[in-house]
């Protein structure tokens, strides 16, 4: 029996856009077999929706306190969301 699915919405604040954040996202989700989206706000923060398993959604937040290697994390908000069932990760 596998676990439910879950969803989190994470904006990430900070020195985020323009050193692939997004691309990262995108790798994470897939290797974690996670569905949502990723994108740039025009306030400067990168947002993000991530559904699937619990500990791959965990990880996946986890891993946006860092992001990739030239990110600069100052902040992490984190909301639940809705499961919608989505499928696929979109980078937007």
């Given at each position: 029996m596998t676990a439910a699915r879950?969803?989190?919405?994470?904006?990430?604040?900070?020195?985020?856009?323009?050193v692939f954040f997004r691309d990262g996202t995108r790798r994470e989700a897939h290797r974690l077999g996670l569905s949502g989206w990723v994108r740039n706000r025009r306030d400067g923060t990168v947002e993000a929706l991530f559904e699937g398993e619990p500990d791959a959604v965990a990880e996946a937040v986890l891993w946006c306190r860092s992001g990739p290697p030239h990110a600069q994390?100052?902040?992490?908000?984190?909301?639940?969301?809705?499961?919608?069932?989505?499928?696929?990760?979109a980078v937007r």
């Open positions: 879950v969803a989190r919405r994470v904006v990430v604040s900070g020195q985020v856009q323009g994390v100052e902040d992490l908000r984190v909301s639940a969301a809705e499961p919608e069932g989505r499928t696929g990760f």
